[in-house]
Nanobody, 121 residues
């Protein structure tokens, strides 16, 4: 089973940018995946998904600001985050997902450690 490890988080000022990376333990050519986030005291929420073919979906809260992408040759996926807001502060996780017509029906595998993103001045 593929293992996914997140990296790239940090402290950034409002309006700034960060790029998160998700590194896989083996080929990701055929998998669908997503980025989730969880803020303190809140439930984990879906941020974006990407299919094996590169089709993407986004939560309304990040549409137009975040971009999910993948580089199958490097076994990596990315989340480019622009125009960051304090409410984007959370731990971010990548995970394999089971999609039906772009809707996540299940997550597959275990959650990783995540990478912390803090947006603050």
């Amino acid at each position: 089973q593929v293992q996914l490890v997140e990296s790239g988080g940090g402290l950034v000022q409002p309006g700034g940018s960060l790029r998160l990376s998700c590194t896989a333990s083996r080929s990701i050519f055929s998998i669908d995946a997503g980025w989730y986030r969880q803020a303190p005291g809140k439930q984990r929420e879906l941020v974006a998904t990407i299919t094996s073919g590169g089709r993407t979906t986004y939560a309304d809260a990040v549409k137009g600001r975040f971009t999910i992408s993948r580089d199958n040759a490097k076994n990596k996926m990315y989340l480019q985050m622009n125009s960051l807001k304090p409410e984007d502060t959370a731990a971010y996780y990548c995970i394999r997902v089971f999609l039906v017509d772009t809707v996540v029906r299940a997550t597959i595998g275990s959650w990783g450690q995540g990478t912390q993103v803090t947006v603050s001045s």
